[in-house]
């Protein structure tokens, strides 16, 4: 059973049988699924699955031995999206339902997802948990801009987000744990080029227009990135994202298309709204935009929209 990984859901389906007490704990996390039978307060069997590939979508098998000698057998798994349930058995005889009449399998819909069409190349969640650090890094850096910006102007938020890039750069070289991996290093450099604009100009309305500047600067460097098979940029990107079929340079060519656009509305939130509503648009009403565009270049990074041409077919 994995360890050290943080939950995302935690499940109890207690049951008994011939009067003794028993229970199936399963717990889901980003490195796949656990499941944990216990007899009469012990434990007697676990079992494991991973978040991606063909054996993630398996069901749980549950062994164990009541103390008078009946043996019995757990199925466990998901019967949804979102809920799991548990069946017990005794020589092919159901004793118990956690769900009764609820199949015990992974949904279809989900199963390509996590297995892949062939069952090789779906999502692996363990990714984002192996780059879990760098990934928070990545958002304290945003929220601290926010909370700085608020407290004070926008030309001092960008001078403290350089300042602790850089903090974190230095700080790397002491530490074993992955701090600017994947793209953070590429995010504390955006805020350097932030924090020269926010000193070169000393207005609100420049310091707005550093999100544009910098996303045109960031959306070149990853279309030049993609152009030459994304060997940077996009294999860093890559890193946070839980597929094993992504394809690094239709991904940075993706997020560079996806960079010019939220440019342009961040140009023309600066233009037509107040630094109120563009500080919050910048903060949270652009992060779900962003989330929802790269769910299509993710799509097309892994050649589902847009599929490149076989050689065949040229």
Same mark, same amino acid.
């Given at each position: 059973?994995?360890?050290?990984?943080?939950?995302?859901?935690?499940?109890?389906?207690?049951?008994?049988?011939?009067?003794?007490?028993?229970?199936?704990?399963?717990?889901?996390?980003?490195?796949?699924?656990? =499941?944990? !039978?216990?007899?009469?307060?012990?434990?007697?069997?676990?079992?494991?699955?991973?978040?991606?590939?063909?054996?993630?979508?398996?069901?749980?098998? #549950?062994?164990?031995?009541?103390?008078?000698?009946?043996?019995?057998?757990?199925?466990?798994?998901?019967?949804?999206? $979102?809920?799991?349930?548990?069946?017990?058995?005794?020589?092919?005889?159901?004793?118990?339902?956690?769900?009764?009449?609820?199949?015990?399998?992974?949904? *279809?819909?989900?199963?390509?997802? $996590?297995?892949?069409?062939?069952?090789?190349?779906? &999502?692996? &969640?363990?990714?984002?948990?192996?780059?879990?650090?760098?990934?928070?890094?990545?958002?304290?850096?945003?929220? @601290?801009?926010?909370?700085? *910006?608020?407290?004070?102007? @926008?030309?001092?938020? *960008? !001078?403290?987000?350089?300042?602790?890039?850089? %903090?974190?750069?230095?700080?790397?070289?002491?530490?074993?744990?992955?701090?600017?991996?994947?793209? %953070?290093?590429?995010?504390?450099?955006?805020?350097?080029?932030?924090?020269? #604009?926010?000193? !070169?100009?000393?207005?609100?309305?420049?310091?707005?227009?550093?999100?544009?500047? $910098?996303?045109?600067?960031? *959306?070149?460097?990853?279309?030049?990135?993609?152009?030459?098979?994304?060997?940077?940029?996009?294999?860093?990107?890559?890193?946070?994202?839980?597929? =094993?079929?992504?394809?690094?340079?239709?991904?940075?060519?993706? +997020?560079?298309? !996806?960079?010019?656009? +939220?440019?342009?509305?961040?140009?023309?939130? %600066?233009?037509?709204?107040?630094?109120?509503?563009? #500080?919050?648009?910048?903060?949270?009403?652009?992060?779900?935009?962003?989330?929802?565009?790269? +769910?299509?270049? $993710?799509?097309?990074?892994?050649?589902? +929209?847009?599929?490149?041409?076989?050689?065949?077919?040229?």
């Amino acid at each position: 059973m994995a360890q050290g990984s943080l939950a995302l859901a935690r499940y109890r389906r207690p049951f008994t049988v011939d009067g003794v007490p028993c229970e199936v704990v399963i717990r889901s996390h980003f490195g796949g699924l656990d =499941s944990v !039978l216990s007899i009469d307060g012990k434990e007697v069997a676990r079992d494991h699955t991973p978040a991606g590939g063909l054996d993630a979508v398996r069901n749980h098998r #549950l062994a164990g031995q009541l103390p008078g000698g009946r043996k019995i057998e757990v199925e466990a798994g998901y019967i949804n999206w $979102v809920n799991v349930g548990i069946a017990v058995r005794s020589n092919g005889e159901l004793l118990h339902e956690s769900h009764p009449g609820r199949r015990i399998a992974y949904p *279809a819909r989900a199963a390509k997802m $996590v297995a892949g069409e062939d069952g090789k190349g779906g &999502m692996d &969640m363990g990714q984002l948990e192996r780059n879990k650090v760098p990934i928070m890094v990545d958002v304290a850096l945003g929220l @601290l801009f926010f909370v700085v *910006a608020k407290l004070t102007d @926008l030309s001092t938020a *960008a !001078l403290v987000g350089a300042g602790v890039g850089l %903090a974190l750069v230095v700080a790397q070289r002491f530490v074993k744990v992955d701090l600017i991996g994947g793209l %953070a290093l590429f995010g504390v450099v955006m805020l350097l080029i932030s924090a020269g #604009l926010a000193l !070169l100009f000393q207005d609100d309305m420049a310091v707005k227009m550093r999100t544009t500047i $910098v996303g045109i600067i960031s *959306a070149t460097l990853f279309l030049v990135d993609g152009l030459f098979g994304g060997n940077r940029l996009g294999k860093g990107l890559a890193r946070y994202l839980p597929y =094993s079929d992504i394809v690094p340079g239709r991904l940075a060519i993706g +997020m560079g298309v !996806l960079g010019l656009v +939220m440019a342009g509305l961040n140009y023309g939130v %600066a233009r037509l709204a107040s630094t109120d509503v563009w #500080l919050f648009y910048s903060t949270f009403v652009d992060f779900f935009l962003v989330m929802l565009l790269i +769910m299509l270049v $993710v799509r097309y990074a892994r050649g589902q +929209m847009f599929p490149p041409r076989s050689p065949s077919s040229s």
